[in-house]
Protein backbone atom coordinates (compact mmCIF):
# COMPACT_ATOMS: atom_id res chain seq x y z
CA UNK A 1 0.00 0.00 0.00
CA UNK A 2 1.35 3.79 -0.72
CA UNK A 3 -0.40 6.29 0.66
CA UNK A 4 -2.10 8.84 -2.11
CA UNK A 5 -3.34 12.43 -1.08
CA UNK A 6 -6.41 12.77 -2.97
CA UNK A 7 -7.58 16.49 -3.96
CA UNK A 8 -11.02 16.81 -5.24
CA UNK A 9 -11.20 19.26 -8.29
CA UNK A 10 -15.12 20.83 -7.76
CA UNK A 11 -15.56 18.78 -11.04
CA UNK A 12 -15.15 15.76 -9.54
CA UNK A 13 -11.78 14.79 -10.86
CA UNK A 14 -8.84 12.84 -8.57
CA UNK A 15 -5.58 14.60 -8.54
CA UNK A 16 -2.89 12.86 -6.92
CA UNK A 17 -0.34 15.49 -5.90
CA UNK A 18 0.72 19.39 -6.48
CA UNK A 19 3.13 20.80 -7.70
CA UNK A 20 5.64 22.56 -4.48
CA UNK A 21 6.63 26.11 -5.49
CA UNK A 22 7.95 27.97 -2.56
CA UNK A 23 6.30 31.45 -3.78
CA UNK A 24 2.78 29.30 -3.85
CA UNK A 25 2.01 27.66 -0.47
CA UNK A 26 -1.82 26.69 -2.21
CA UNK A 27 -1.80 24.81 -5.33
CA UNK A 28 -3.39 26.84 -7.83
CA UNK A 29 -4.67 24.42 -9.58
CA UNK A 30 -6.23 21.74 -7.09
CA UNK A 31 -8.09 21.65 -3.83
CA UNK A 32 -5.97 20.46 -0.64
CA UNK A 33 -7.37 18.98 2.50
CA UNK A 34 -7.30 22.35 4.48
CA UNK A 35 -8.74 24.35 2.03
CA UNK A 36 -11.53 21.86 0.33
CA UNK A 37 -13.48 20.83 3.12
CA UNK A 38 -15.47 24.03 3.49
CA UNK A 39 -18.73 23.73 1.69
CA UNK A 40 -21.52 20.64 0.66
CA UNK A 41 -20.71 21.17 -2.48
CA UNK A 42 -16.99 20.06 -1.66
CA UNK A 43 -18.35 17.16 0.60
CA UNK A 44 -20.39 15.96 -2.63
CA UNK A 45 -17.37 16.00 -4.32
CA UNK A 46 -15.54 13.86 -2.11
CA UNK A 47 -17.97 11.49 -1.60
CA UNK A 48 -18.51 11.38 -5.65
CA UNK A 49 -14.78 10.16 -6.01
CA UNK A 50 -15.68 7.43 -3.76
CA UNK A 51 -18.12 6.20 -5.11
CA UNK A 52 -16.11 6.26 -8.88
CA UNK A 53 -14.63 2.22 -9.12
CA UNK A 54 -16.41 1.10 -5.69
CA UNK A 55 -17.19 -1.92 -7.77
CA UNK A 56 -17.28 -2.27 -11.74
CA UNK A 57 -19.68 -3.82 -14.34
CA UNK A 58 -16.99 -5.98 -15.34
CA UNK A 59 -15.63 -7.13 -12.19
CA UNK A 60 -19.28 -8.56 -11.52
CA UNK A 61 -20.00 -10.75 -15.02
CA UNK A 62 -16.03 -11.73 -15.38
CA UNK A 63 -15.96 -12.98 -12.10
CA UNK A 64 -18.16 -16.13 -13.00
CA UNK A 65 -15.02 -17.08 -15.08
CA UNK A 66 -13.53 -18.09 -11.99
CA UNK A 67 -16.09 -20.39 -11.29
CA UNK A 68 -17.52 -23.68 -13.18
CA UNK A 69 -19.97 -21.23 -14.89
CA UNK A 70 -17.76 -20.17 -17.21
CA UNK A 71 -14.53 -19.75 -19.24
CA UNK A 72 -12.09 -17.00 -20.46
CA UNK A 73 -10.48 -17.86 -23.42
CA UNK A 74 -8.16 -14.87 -23.14
CA UNK A 75 -5.03 -15.96 -20.92
CA UNK A 76 -4.23 -12.43 -21.01
CA UNK A 77 -7.08 -11.40 -19.12
CA UNK A 78 -6.19 -13.30 -16.42
CA UNK A 79 -9.36 -15.43 -15.27
CA UNK A 80 -8.47 -18.66 -16.19
CA UNK A 81 -5.40 -18.32 -14.98
CA UNK A 82 -6.97 -18.50 -11.46
CA UNK A 83 -9.74 -20.93 -12.03
CA UNK A 84 -7.07 -23.47 -13.93
CA UNK A 85 -5.20 -23.33 -10.45
CA UNK A 86 -2.27 -21.52 -11.78
CA UNK A 87 -2.31 -18.77 -9.72
CA UNK A 88 0.88 -17.47 -8.24
CA UNK A 89 2.18 -14.57 -6.10
CA UNK A 90 3.98 -13.38 -9.12
CA UNK A 91 1.66 -13.49 -11.55
CA UNK A 92 -2.04 -13.99 -9.38
CA UNK A 93 -4.12 -13.62 -12.57
CA UNK A 94 -7.17 -11.89 -11.27
CA UNK A 95 -5.84 -8.91 -8.85
CA UNK A 96 -9.02 -7.83 -6.26
CA UNK A 97 -6.12 -6.24 -3.75
CA UNK A 98 -7.11 -2.79 -4.10
CA UNK A 99 -7.19 -0.04 -1.11
CA UNK A 100 -7.83 3.03 -3.66
CA UNK A 101 -11.89 3.25 -2.34
CA UNK A 102 -11.05 2.39 0.83
CA UNK A 103 -8.31 5.01 1.30
CA UNK A 104 -10.61 7.56 -0.25
CA UNK A 105 -13.43 6.39 2.51
CA UNK A 106 -11.11 6.73 4.90
CA UNK A 107 -10.04 10.67 3.72
CA UNK A 108 -13.52 11.69 3.70
CA UNK A 109 -14.11 10.21 6.89
CA UNK A 110 -11.54 12.05 8.55
CA UNK A 111 -12.40 15.27 7.15
CA UNK A 112 -15.93 15.54 6.57
CA UNK A 113 -16.62 17.06 10.21
CA UNK A 114 -14.53 20.21 8.94
CA UNK A 115 -17.53 20.88 6.65
CA UNK A 116 -18.89 23.67 8.88
CA UNK A 117 -22.89 22.91 10.09
CA UNK A 118 -23.98 25.93 8.59
CA UNK A 119 -23.28 24.45 5.06
CA UNK A 120 -23.79 21.22 5.70
CA UNK A 121 -26.81 20.20 8.21
CA UNK A 122 -26.23 17.28 10.79
CA UNK A 123 -28.31 14.67 9.12
CA UNK A 124 -27.08 15.00 5.72
CA UNK A 125 -24.18 14.90 6.89
CA UNK A 126 -24.80 11.31 8.83
CA UNK A 127 -26.47 9.99 5.54
CA UNK A 128 -23.26 10.83 3.62
CA UNK A 129 -20.89 9.12 6.49
CA UNK A 130 -23.08 6.78 6.39
CA UNK A 131 -22.45 5.97 2.40
CA UNK A 132 -18.49 6.12 2.29
CA UNK A 133 -18.75 3.74 5.44
CA UNK A 134 -20.91 1.32 3.31
CA UNK A 135 -18.67 1.56 0.44
CA UNK A 136 -15.51 0.75 2.42
CA UNK A 137 -17.59 -1.99 3.65
CA UNK A 138 -18.45 -3.38 0.73
CA UNK A 139 -14.38 -3.40 -0.71
CA UNK A 140 -13.22 -4.73 2.90
CA UNK A 141 -15.53 -7.83 2.43
CA UNK A 142 -14.62 -8.25 -1.01
CA UNK A 143 -10.90 -8.50 -0.05
CA UNK A 144 -11.24 -10.29 3.29
CA UNK A 145 -12.85 -12.59 1.32
CA UNK A 146 -10.99 -13.57 -1.47
CA UNK A 147 -7.55 -13.07 0.28
CA UNK A 148 -8.53 -13.85 4.54
CA UNK A 149 -6.86 -12.07 6.21
CA UNK A 150 -5.44 -8.29 5.16
CA UNK A 151 -4.50 -4.86 6.33
CA UNK A 152 -7.02 -3.26 7.68
CA UNK A 153 -6.78 0.37 8.03
CA UNK A 154 -9.47 2.81 9.26
CA UNK A 155 -7.70 6.10 8.93
CA UNK A 156 -5.25 7.74 6.37
CA UNK A 157 -1.79 6.23 7.10
CA UNK A 158 1.42 7.84 6.71
CA UNK A 159 3.28 6.46 4.21
CA UNK A 160 5.66 4.51 6.50
CA UNK A 161 2.72 3.13 8.34
CA UNK A 162 1.14 2.24 4.90
CA UNK A 163 4.60 0.37 4.24
CA UNK A 164 4.78 -1.75 7.30
CA UNK A 165 1.11 -2.52 8.26
CA UNK A 166 0.41 -6.09 8.89
CA UNK A 167 -2.49 -8.39 8.44
CA UNK A 168 -5.97 -8.36 10.70
CA UNK A 169 -7.49 -11.44 10.96
CA UNK A 170 -10.58 -12.19 8.88
CA UNK A 171 -12.48 -12.72 11.85
CA UNK A 172 -11.96 -9.32 13.13
CA UNK A 173 -12.56 -7.47 9.33
CA UNK A 174 -15.96 -9.26 9.55
CA UNK A 175 -16.81 -8.56 13.12
CA UNK A 176 -16.15 -4.74 12.40
CA UNK A 177 -18.49 -4.30 8.87
CA UNK A 178 -21.21 -6.40 10.67
CA UNK A 179 -21.77 -3.94 13.40
CA UNK A 180 -21.13 -1.10 10.86
CA UNK A 181 -23.72 -2.13 8.12
CA UNK A 182 -26.08 -2.33 11.40
CA UNK A 183 -24.96 0.89 12.52
CA UNK A 184 -25.28 2.88 9.40
CA UNK A 185 -28.50 1.49 8.04
CA UNK A 186 -31.15 3.25 9.98
CA UNK A 187 -29.26 6.68 8.71
CA UNK A 188 -29.88 5.55 5.12
CA UNK A 189 -33.14 6.36 2.93
CA UNK A 190 -35.07 3.38 1.86
CA UNK A 191 -35.42 4.97 -1.42
CA UNK A 192 -33.87 7.92 -3.47
CA UNK A 193 -35.05 9.99 -6.65
CA UNK A 194 -34.13 12.19 -9.31
CA UNK A 195 -30.14 12.24 -9.96
CA UNK A 196 -29.80 10.62 -6.04
CA UNK A 197 -30.70 7.02 -7.47
CA UNK A 198 -28.01 4.72 -7.37
CA UNK A 199 -26.57 6.02 -3.76
CA UNK A 200 -26.10 3.39 -1.51
CA UNK A 201 -29.93 2.62 0.52
CA UNK A 202 -30.64 1.14 3.72
CA UNK A 203 -31.67 -1.75 1.68
CA UNK A 204 -28.71 -1.95 0.14
CA UNK A 205 -26.62 -2.13 3.86
CA UNK A 206 -28.51 -4.83 5.38
CA UNK A 207 -28.61 -7.17 1.92
CA UNK A 208 -25.05 -7.02 2.26
CA UNK A 209 -24.80 -7.67 5.63
CA UNK A 210 -27.09 -10.74 5.11
CA UNK A 211 -24.80 -12.04 2.20
CA UNK A 212 -21.38 -11.64 4.63
CA UNK A 213 -23.62 -13.30 7.62
CA UNK A 214 -24.50 -16.44 4.97
CA UNK A 215 -21.29 -16.25 4.14
CA UNK A 216 -19.44 -16.51 7.20
CA UNK A 217 -21.96 -18.96 8.36
CA UNK A 218 -23.89 -16.26 10.74
CA UNK A 219 -26.89 -18.66 9.89
CA UNK A 220 -29.53 -17.06 12.45
CA UNK A 221 -28.36 -13.10 12.63
CA UNK A 222 -28.41 -13.47 8.51
CA UNK A 223 -32.34 -14.94 8.68
CA UNK A 224 -32.97 -12.22 10.87
CA UNK A 225 -31.44 -9.83 8.51
CA UNK A 226 -33.09 -11.10 6.05
CA UNK A 227 -36.70 -11.01 7.56
CA UNK A 228 -36.10 -6.70 7.91
CA UNK A 229 -35.66 -6.55 4.52
CA UNK A 230 -38.71 -9.21 3.60
CA UNK A 231 -41.23 -6.60 5.56
CA UNK A 232 -41.77 -3.11 5.65
CA UNK A 233 -40.36 -0.05 5.18
CA UNK A 234 -39.10 -2.25 2.34
CA UNK A 235 -41.56 -3.62 -0.73
CA UNK A 236 -38.69 -5.24 -2.84
CA UNK A 237 -40.62 -7.65 -5.00
CA UNK A 238 -39.45 -10.07 -7.84
CA UNK A 239 -39.84 -8.32 -11.23
CA UNK A 240 -42.26 -10.08 -13.02
CA UNK A 241 -40.02 -11.09 -16.20
CA UNK A 242 -36.75 -12.96 -15.48
CA UNK A 243 -35.28 -12.04 -19.26
CA UNK A 244 -36.39 -8.14 -18.85
CA UNK A 245 -35.36 -7.90 -15.02
CA UNK A 246 -31.66 -7.56 -16.54
CA UNK A 247 -32.81 -5.42 -19.74
CA UNK A 248 -31.49 -1.82 -19.24
CA UNK A 249 -35.13 0.35 -19.48
CA UNK A 250 -35.98 -2.33 -16.37
CA UNK A 251 -33.18 -0.61 -14.76
CA UNK A 252 -33.85 0.09 -10.77
CA UNK A 253 -36.79 -1.77 -11.09
CA UNK A 254 -38.32 -3.10 -7.68
CA UNK A 255 -35.97 -6.38 -7.49
CA UNK A 256 -32.84 -4.22 -7.69
CA UNK A 257 -31.09 -3.68 -4.44
CA UNK A 258 -27.63 -2.43 -5.66
CA UNK A 259 -26.12 -1.35 -8.93
CA UNK A 260 -23.31 -0.50 -10.44
CA UNK A 261 -24.37 3.08 -12.52
CA UNK A 262 -22.97 3.99 -15.81
CA UNK A 263 -23.58 7.11 -18.30
CA UNK A 264 -23.57 6.71 -21.49
CA UNK A 265 -20.44 8.65 -23.46
CA UNK A 266 -18.84 9.59 -19.90
CA UNK A 267 -18.68 6.80 -17.10
CA UNK A 268 -20.55 4.26 -19.57
CA UNK A 269 -20.19 0.13 -19.41
CA UNK A 270 -17.89 -1.20 -22.07
CA UNK A 271 -18.30 -5.40 -20.89
CA UNK A 272 -21.42 -6.12 -22.94
CA UNK A 273 -19.84 -5.97 -26.04
CA UNK A 274 -17.33 -8.58 -24.51
CA UNK A 275 -19.94 -10.97 -23.71
CA UNK A 276 -21.57 -10.99 -27.26
CA UNK A 277 -20.61 -13.69 -30.19
CA UNK A 278 -18.52 -12.76 -32.90
CA UNK A 279 -21.48 -12.02 -35.21
CA UNK A 280 -22.82 -9.34 -33.44
CA UNK A 281 -19.45 -7.67 -33.02
CA UNK A 282 -18.65 -9.22 -29.95
CA UNK A 283 -15.45 -11.23 -28.28
CA UNK A 284 -17.39 -14.03 -26.41
CA UNK A 285 -14.97 -13.59 -23.35
CA UNK A 286 -17.01 -15.29 -20.68
CA UNK A 287 -18.61 -18.06 -22.30
CA UNK A 288 -20.76 -20.42 -20.09
CA UNK A 289 -19.67 -23.84 -19.73
CA UNK A 290 -21.75 -27.22 -19.88
CA UNK A 291 -21.40 -27.90 -16.05
CA UNK A 292 -23.71 -24.71 -15.94
CA UNK A 293 -26.23 -26.00 -18.71
CA UNK A 294 -26.22 -28.95 -16.83
CA UNK A 295 -27.53 -27.61 -14.16
CA UNK A 296 -30.71 -26.13 -15.15
CA UNK A 297 -33.79 -28.61 -14.54
CA UNK A 298 -36.38 -29.79 -16.88
CA UNK A 299 -39.88 -28.41 -16.64
CA UNK A 300 -40.77 -31.36 -14.56
CA UNK A 301 -38.81 -30.16 -11.70
CA UNK A 302 -36.20 -32.78 -11.97
CA UNK A 303 -32.72 -32.71 -12.54
CA UNK A 304 -31.32 -33.94 -16.03
CA UNK A 305 -29.76 -37.30 -14.06
CA UNK A 306 -33.40 -37.70 -12.57
CA UNK A 307 -35.86 -37.39 -15.51
CA UNK A 308 -36.52 -40.21 -17.83
CA UNK A 309 -37.87 -37.95 -20.27
CA UNK A 310 -34.88 -35.48 -20.57
CA UNK A 311 -33.31 -36.45 -24.06
CA UNK A 312 -29.59 -35.96 -23.78
CA UNK A 313 -29.06 -35.47 -27.57
CA UNK A 314 -32.02 -32.66 -26.97
CA UNK A 315 -30.82 -31.22 -24.35
CA UNK A 316 -32.53 -27.77 -24.53
CA UNK A 317 -36.05 -29.20 -24.90
CA UNK A 318 -38.63 -28.85 -21.82
CA UNK A 319 -36.10 -26.93 -19.67
CA UNK A 320 -36.47 -24.43 -17.13
CA UNK A 321 -36.98 -21.38 -18.81
CA UNK A 322 -34.12 -19.67 -16.97
CA UNK A 323 -31.86 -21.59 -19.52
CA UNK A 324 -33.13 -19.96 -22.47
CA UNK A 325 -33.29 -16.15 -20.66
CA UNK A 326 -29.30 -16.35 -19.16
CA UNK A 327 -27.86 -18.55 -22.40
CA UNK A 328 -27.27 -17.89 -26.25
CA UNK A 329 -26.95 -22.05 -27.32
CA UNK A 330 -26.85 -23.74 -30.44
CA UNK A 331 -30.53 -23.50 -31.99
CA UNK A 332 -31.75 -20.38 -29.97
CA UNK A 333 -33.39 -17.96 -31.90
CA UNK A 334 -31.74 -14.76 -31.10
CA UNK A 335 -31.96 -11.34 -32.80
CA UNK A 336 -33.73 -12.79 -35.63
CA UNK A 337 -31.95 -15.80 -36.76
CA UNK A 338 -31.14 -19.20 -34.89
CA UNK A 339 -27.74 -18.96 -33.15
CA UNK A 340 -25.28 -21.48 -35.12
CA UNK A 341 -21.81 -21.91 -33.73
CA UNK A 342 -21.56 -25.29 -35.45
CA UNK A 343 -21.24 -24.41 -38.45
CA UNK A 344 -17.91 -24.25 -40.26
CA UNK A 345 -18.71 -21.17 -42.22
CA UNK A 346 -20.19 -19.58 -39.16
CA UNK A 347 -18.41 -17.02 -37.62
CA UNK A 348 -19.48 -17.80 -34.40
CA UNK A 349 -17.71 -21.29 -34.55
CA UNK A 350 -16.67 -23.08 -31.24
CA UNK A 351 -13.31 -21.87 -30.87
CA UNK A 352 -13.09 -19.46 -33.73
CA UNK A 353 -11.67 -15.91 -33.55
CA UNK A 354 -13.84 -14.06 -31.06
CA UNK A 355 -15.96 -16.99 -30.78
CA UNK A 356 -17.29 -18.91 -27.67
CA UNK A 357 -15.04 -21.66 -27.12
CA UNK A 358 -17.64 -23.52 -25.10
CA UNK A 359 -21.08 -22.78 -27.94
CA UNK A 360 -22.63 -20.87 -25.22
CA UNK A 361 -22.45 -17.19 -24.77
CA UNK A 362 -24.16 -15.14 -21.57
CA UNK A 363 -27.54 -13.36 -22.63
CA UNK A 364 -28.00 -11.33 -19.33
CA UNK A 365 -28.68 -7.71 -20.39
CA UNK A 366 -28.15 -8.57 -24.29
CA UNK A 367 -31.72 -10.26 -24.55
CA UNK A 368 -32.07 -7.45 -27.46
CA UNK A 369 -29.50 -5.83 -28.86
CA UNK A 370 -32.57 -3.05 -30.19
CA UNK A 371 -32.37 -2.15 -26.32
CA UNK A 372 -28.26 -0.36 -27.15
CA UNK A 373 -29.93 1.51 -30.36
CA UNK A 374 -31.53 4.05 -28.44
CA UNK A 375 -30.47 7.87 -27.00
CA UNK A 376 -31.41 6.65 -23.38
CA UNK A 377 -28.85 3.39 -24.19
CA UNK A 378 -26.05 4.51 -26.42
CA UNK A 379 -26.03 3.66 -29.99
CA UNK A 380 -23.26 1.36 -29.58
CA UNK A 381 -23.78 -1.91 -27.04
CA UNK A 382 -19.84 -1.09 -26.02
CA UNK A 383 -20.76 2.39 -24.93
CA UNK A 384 -24.02 1.93 -22.74
CA UNK A 385 -25.68 4.10 -20.18
CA UNK A 386 -27.47 1.51 -18.07
CA UNK A 387 -26.73 -0.13 -14.80
CA UNK A 388 -25.11 -4.22 -13.83
CA UNK A 389 -27.10 -5.40 -10.89
CA UNK A 390 -24.71 -6.43 -7.19
CA UNK A 391 -27.93 -7.38 -5.12
CA UNK A 392 -31.33 -8.22 -6.01
CA UNK A 393 -34.07 -9.37 -3.98
CA UNK A 394 -34.04 -12.86 -5.12
CA UNK A 395 -30.59 -13.33 -3.55
CA UNK A 396 -32.06 -12.27 -0.31
CA UNK A 397 -34.51 -15.26 -0.60
CA UNK A 398 -32.51 -17.77 -1.64
CA UNK A 399 -29.74 -16.17 1.16
CA UNK A 400 -33.15 -16.76 3.89
CA UNK A 401 -33.98 -19.95 3.11
CA UNK A 402 -30.12 -21.59 2.79
CA UNK A 403 -29.61 -19.87 6.29
CA UNK A 404 -32.74 -21.52 7.84
CA UNK A 405 -32.04 -24.89 5.95
CA UNK A 406 -28.50 -24.94 7.47
CA UNK A 407 -29.54 -23.43 11.36
CA UNK A 408 -32.27 -26.51 10.87
CA UNK A 409 -35.23 -24.15 11.55
CA UNK A 410 -37.16 -25.36 7.88
CA UNK A 411 -40.71 -24.68 7.95
CA UNK A 412 -43.19 -23.44 5.30
CA UNK A 413 -41.46 -19.79 4.88
CA UNK A 414 -38.19 -21.93 3.27
CA UNK A 415 -40.33 -23.66 0.75
CA UNK A 416 -42.10 -19.90 0.03
CA UNK A 417 -38.71 -18.16 0.05
CA UNK A 418 -37.71 -20.67 -2.89
CA UNK A 419 -40.98 -20.94 -4.74
CA UNK A 420 -41.39 -17.64 -5.06
CA UNK A 421 -38.17 -17.83 -7.18
CA UNK A 422 -39.24 -20.66 -9.29
CA UNK A 423 -42.58 -19.70 -9.62
CA UNK A 424 -41.87 -15.89 -11.32
CA UNK A 425 -44.59 -15.99 -13.77
CA UNK A 426 -42.20 -15.89 -16.92
CA UNK A 427 -40.05 -19.18 -14.89
CA UNK A 428 -43.34 -21.09 -13.48
CA UNK A 429 -41.34 -24.27 -12.80
CA UNK A 430 -42.90 -26.60 -10.75
CA UNK A 431 -42.94 -25.79 -6.80
CA UNK A 432 -41.34 -27.72 -4.45
CA UNK A 433 -42.81 -29.26 -0.89
CA UNK A 434 -42.78 -30.93 1.51
CA UNK A 435 -42.82 -34.22 -0.59
CA UNK A 436 -40.74 -33.83 -2.90
CA UNK A 437 -37.73 -31.88 -0.97
CA UNK A 438 -38.42 -33.52 3.23
CA UNK A 439 -35.60 -32.88 4.64
CA UNK A 440 -32.36 -31.36 5.58
CA UNK A 441 -30.05 -32.49 2.89
CA UNK A 442 -32.48 -32.60 -0.52
CA UNK A 443 -33.31 -28.89 0.26
CA UNK A 444 -29.33 -28.03 0.87
CA UNK A 445 -28.83 -29.79 -2.70
CA UNK A 446 -31.85 -27.68 -4.14
CA UNK A 447 -31.20 -24.06 -2.92
CA UNK A 448 -27.45 -24.48 -3.81
CA UNK A 449 -28.70 -25.43 -7.57
CA UNK A 450 -31.20 -22.50 -7.12
CA UNK A 451 -28.90 -20.19 -5.97
CA UNK A 452 -26.76 -21.32 -9.12
CA UNK A 453 -29.28 -21.46 -11.85
CA UNK A 454 -30.48 -18.15 -10.43
CA UNK A 455 -27.69 -15.98 -10.32
CA UNK A 456 -25.56 -17.55 -13.28
CA UNK A 457 -23.55 -14.75 -14.75
CA UNK A 458 -24.02 -12.67 -11.54
CA UNK A 459 -20.82 -13.02 -10.20
CA UNK A 460 -21.81 -14.84 -6.92
CA UNK A 461 -20.53 -18.41 -7.94
CA UNK A 462 -16.83 -18.32 -7.11
CA UNK A 463 -18.08 -17.65 -3.44
CA UNK A 464 -20.42 -20.13 -3.37
CA UNK A 465 -18.05 -22.80 -4.52
CA UNK A 466 -15.41 -21.29 -1.82
CA UNK A 467 -17.67 -21.49 0.65
CA UNK A 468 -19.19 -24.83 0.65
CA UNK A 469 -15.72 -26.22 -0.08
CA UNK A 470 -16.53 -28.09 -3.44
CA UNK A 471 -13.53 -26.67 -5.21
CA UNK A 472 -12.17 -29.89 -5.81
CA UNK A 473 -15.08 -31.22 -7.89
CA UNK A 474 -16.37 -28.04 -9.52
CA UNK A 475 -12.57 -26.54 -10.68
CA UNK A 476 -11.37 -29.67 -11.59
CA UNK A 477 -11.14 -31.82 -14.98
CA UNK A 478 -12.11 -30.24 -18.64
CA UNK A 479 -13.76 -27.71 -18.95
CA UNK A 480 -16.47 -28.64 -21.12
CA UNK A 481 -18.85 -27.04 -24.06
CA UNK A 482 -22.12 -27.96 -26.22
CA UNK A 483 -22.16 -31.12 -28.52
CA UNK A 484 -21.15 -31.54 -31.85
CA UNK A 485 -23.54 -31.43 -34.80
CA UNK A 486 -25.74 -28.91 -36.82
CA UNK A 487 -28.07 -26.37 -36.64
CA UNK A 488 -31.04 -26.09 -38.55
CA UNK A 489 -31.15 -22.74 -39.76
CA UNK A 490 -34.71 -22.59 -41.10
CA UNK A 491 -36.16 -24.21 -37.59
CA UNK A 492 -33.32 -24.22 -35.22
CA UNK A 493 -33.86 -28.20 -34.73
CA UNK A 494 -30.50 -29.42 -33.98
CA UNK A 495 -29.10 -32.98 -34.66
CA UNK A 496 -25.77 -33.91 -32.13
CA UNK A 497 -24.15 -36.16 -31.75
CA UNK A 498 -24.03 -37.97 -27.60
CA UNK A 499 -20.73 -37.52 -25.92
CA UNK A 500 -18.99 -35.49 -28.62
CA UNK A 501 -18.56 -32.18 -26.37
CA UNK A 502 -15.83 -29.57 -27.22
CA UNK A 503 -13.52 -29.31 -24.51
CA UNK A 504 -12.70 -25.38 -24.03
CA UNK A 505 -9.88 -26.02 -21.17
CA UNK A 506 -8.38 -28.13 -18.69
CA UNK A 507 -8.34 -26.88 -14.64
CA UNK A 508 -6.94 -28.23 -11.19
CA UNK A 509 -7.66 -27.21 -7.75
CA UNK A 510 -6.09 -27.71 -4.47
CA UNK A 511 -7.39 -26.61 -1.29
CA UNK A 512 -4.45 -23.65 -1.12
CA UNK A 513 -6.95 -21.81 -4.02
CA UNK A 514 -9.84 -21.34 -1.20
CA UNK A 515 -8.07 -17.78 -1.04
CA UNK A 516 -6.01 -15.71 -3.33
CA UNK A 517 -2.45 -15.35 -2.83
CA UNK A 518 -1.35 -11.89 -1.71
CA UNK A 519 0.49 -10.57 -4.61
CA UNK A 520 3.94 -9.97 -4.36
CA UNK A 521 4.53 -6.17 -5.47
CA UNK A 522 2.44 -5.99 -2.51
CA UNK A 523 5.07 -7.68 -0.28
CA UNK A 524 7.98 -5.94 -2.17
CA UNK A 525 6.91 -2.95 -0.93
CA UNK A 526 5.76 -4.05 2.80
CA UNK A 527 7.65 -6.73 4.10
CA UNK A 528 5.41 -7.41 6.69
CA UNK A 529 2.95 -9.05 4.67
CA UNK A 530 2.67 -12.38 5.01
CA UNK A 531 1.46 -15.38 2.66
CA UNK A 532 -1.28 -17.28 2.40
CA UNK A 533 -0.69 -20.74 3.07
CA UNK A 534 0.83 -22.65 -0.32
CA UNK A 535 1.75 -20.29 -2.24
Not at 145 to 168: C, K, M, S, W
Not at 176 to 203: H, M, Q
Not at 248 to 276: C, H, K, R, T
Not at 369 to 381: E, H, I, M, P, R
Request: net charge neutral; hydrophobic share 35%.
Amino acid sequence: MKKKFLYIILAGTMVAGCKKDALNTKPLDAYSSSSLWTSKNDANAALTGCYSGWEYGDNVLYDDCISDNGIDQFPWEGYETFASGLSTPGDPGVNKYNYTTIQRCNWFLDNIDKVPSSSLDNSLKLRMKSEARFLRAYRYFVMSQIYGDVPFPLHNLTTQEANTIERTPKATIVDFILKELGEIAPSLPVSYTGNDIGRITRGAALALKARIELFNGKFTNSISTCQQLMASPFNYILYPSYEGLFRPQNSNNQEVILDVQYLQNDNSEWVLGAMLPNSYGGWSSMAPTQSLVDAYETKNGKTIQDDGSYNPVQPFQNRDPRLDATIIRPGLLYMGSYFDPLDPSSSDLVGGNNASPTGYNFKKYLANLDDYNSTAYGTDVWNTGGSIIVIRYAEVLLTYAEAKIEANQIDASVYAAINQIRQRPTVNMPPVTVVTHPDQASLRTLVRRERRVELAGEGLRWYDIQRWKIGTTALSGDVKGCLKGSVNSSNGDLTLTANSNFVAGSRSFTDKNYLWPIPQKERDINKNLTQNTGY
